[in-house]
């Protein structure tokens, strides 16, 4: 799912497609209602709290993925801006990757890397990132004893793939533009 700067209407719009599916199929089959309960999240979404650079901040991220990446408002954009080319996954990875070795707990690291695996390392992952078959055995094969370097290699290439290919095409963009005015 996109988060980015217009988390929350996508957030809701999928939970109101959600309430809408699961109603039209109890519509259907009044005789097993029970299995159909809509699901409401305990704790409501809330939105990053970013505080928008100034246009000097922002035009150092043209020639730093880093800077842009360690700004939660740059990140928030820069999410938003891959969920419109629909190529948010190897942002949505680097993020995790972050995540993951800030991790303490063995077990904690070893679910949060057997999620990271199954959603963007796998084969046919629903958000497969574009690695090479290289860095793709050394990432399993450090996920055998996982450790929070695990994903390392794998990070320093989706990081070097956004950098030649995405930042590009960011600062190109009407998202980035509107941010320097």
């Given at each position: 799912m996109c988060k980015g700067l217009?988390?929350?209407?996508?957030?809701?719009?999928?939970?109101a497609k959600e309430i809408k599916t699961k109603l039209g199929t109890l519509l259907q089959k009044p005789d097993s209602a029970i299995d159909?309960?809509?699901p409401y999240p305990e704790k409501p979404e809330k939105p990053a709290k970013a505080?928008?650079?100034s246009p000097e901040e922002v035009l150092q991220w043209r020639d730093s993925l880093e800077?842009?990446?360690?700004?939660?408002?740059?990140l928030a954009s820069f999410r938003s801006f891959l969920c419109s080319e629909f190529s948010e996954e190897n942002?949505?990875?680097?993020?995790?990757c972050e995540d993951y070795k800030k991790t303490k707990s063995p077990m904690k690291m070893e679910e949060k890397a057997k999620r990271i695996y199954e959603e963007f390392i796998q084969t046919e992952a629903?958000?497969?990132?574009?690695?090479d078959h290289f860095t793709k055995a050394v990432t399993m094969k450090n996920l055998v004893e996982p450790s929070p370097s695990s994903f390392d290699m794998a990070q320093k290439r989706i990081f070097a793939l956004m950098e030649k290919d995405s930042?590009?095409?960011?600062?190109r963009?009407?998202?980035y533009q509107e941010l320097i005015k």
């Open positions: 217009a988390a929350l209407p996508h957030t809701c719009l999928e939970r159909f309960i809509i505080v928008k650079p800077k842009l990446l360690q700004n939660p408002y740059g942002v949505e990875f680097w993020v995790a629903p958000k497969e990132v574009n690695i930042l590009p095409r960011f600062v963009s009407e998202f």
